[in-house]
Nanobody
Framework: QVQVVESVGGLVQAVGSLRLSCTAS????????MAWFRQAPGKEREGVSC????????YYTDSVKGRFTIYRDNVKNSVFLQMDSLKPEDTAMYYC????????????????WGQGTQVTVSS
């Protein structure tokens, strides 16, 4: 049984930092690209960042470049999203996706999804 579980998000003040983690089980983690998506109220889900299974190639949506860092630990079957210099517009439900494409397309039709974790950034 595949399980994708995100860490608890939280409430943070603007310019603060938060690290999200996601652990996947029941799949061959080391062979899968991992991605973070987010969805703000009233908006469509968007890709935030992804990392290829090798851990070498990463992608970021323009609005988080230079502020967010994605990395993975294939021994612990985990992927992390370090979010710095947070802005109120980063407020959203963040989702971890195992098996999404990581080529800038954000294709995720065959991905396994976590339940999501809320991140709220106050001004």
């Amino acid at each position: 049984q595949v399980q994708v579980v995100e860490s608890v998000g939280g409430l943070v003040q603007a310019v603060g930092s938060l690290r999200l983690s996601c652990t996947a089980s029941g799949l061959n983690f080391g062979t899968l690209n991992m991605a973070w998506f987010r969805q703000a109220p009233g908006k469509e889900r968007e890709g935030v960042s992804c990392i290829r299974w090798t851990g070498i190639k990463t992608y970021y949506t323009d609005s988080v470049k230079g502020r967010f860092t994605i990395y993975r630990d294939n021994v612990k079957n985990s992927v992390f999203l370090q979010m710095d210099s947070l802005k109120p517009e980063d407020t959203a439900m963040y989702y971890c996706a195992a098996g999404a494409a990581c080529d800038g397309s954000w294709r995720s039709d065959s991905a396994y999804w976590g339940q999501g974790t809320q991140v709220t950034v106050s001004s």
